[in-house]
């Protein structure tokens, strides 16, 4: 492979922006109210807060399916920040020629792994058991669209990362 600016490789440049874009695909899922839409478009559910015309609030009363949801997708944004983050250390001591101890890709890796975990968990407890209490009022939203799709490229873009930098 030919080595761009920094000494790394395309497939690092790759990885780096599929974490990036992953985890700011996650962490728009999560804070926006759309996970789930009612089917004639006058409320949305988020995992923060819900929508009734326009206006929105947070919740008064959260299930423990809710909270639990919530600190996953928490867990997950933090975890795919720190991978992002510890990528672009690598980036910036490949650019300022320094040297890069193995263990930060082994960080990213680790990173981007327990993002996917945290994410997965988190759609699967809401789809399983939320959304699908409400499926034949609501609609699945573009934030729960969102979020797996972030979830889904930020293991690859670890993955990427840490093969381009160990």
């Not at 497939?11 to 996970?35: D, K, M, R, S």
């Not at 680790?110 to 399983?128: E, H, Q």
């Amino acid at each position: 492979m030919m080595a761009l600016p920094g000494g790394l490789s395309g497939a690092f440049y790759l990885g780096l922006v599929l974490l990036g874009l992953g985890t700011v695909l996650h962490v728009i899922g999560l804070a926006t109210p759309e996970w789930s839409v009612e089917k004639h478009g006058t409320r949305t559910q988020g995992l923060f807060k819900g929508c009734f015309l326009g206006s929105c609030g947070e919740y008064t009363y959260k299930t423990s399916k809710l909270e639990a949801c919530e600190a996953f997708a928490i867990i997950g944004m933090v975890a795919g920040i720190g991978a992002t983050a510890v990528s672009l250390l690598i980036f910036l001591l490949g650019l300022l020629s320094k040297n890069r101890h193995r263990i930060f890709s082994l960080l990213v890796l680790a990173g981007s792994v327990v993002a996917f975990i945290a994410i997965l968990i988190c759609v699967i407890i809401y789809g399983v058991t939320i959304h699908d209490d409400i499926s034949y009022f609501f609609n699945v939203g573009y934030s729960f669209i969102l979020s797996i799709i972030g979830g889904a490229l930020i293991p690859i873009g670890g993955f990427f990362v840490y093969s381009a930098s160990k």
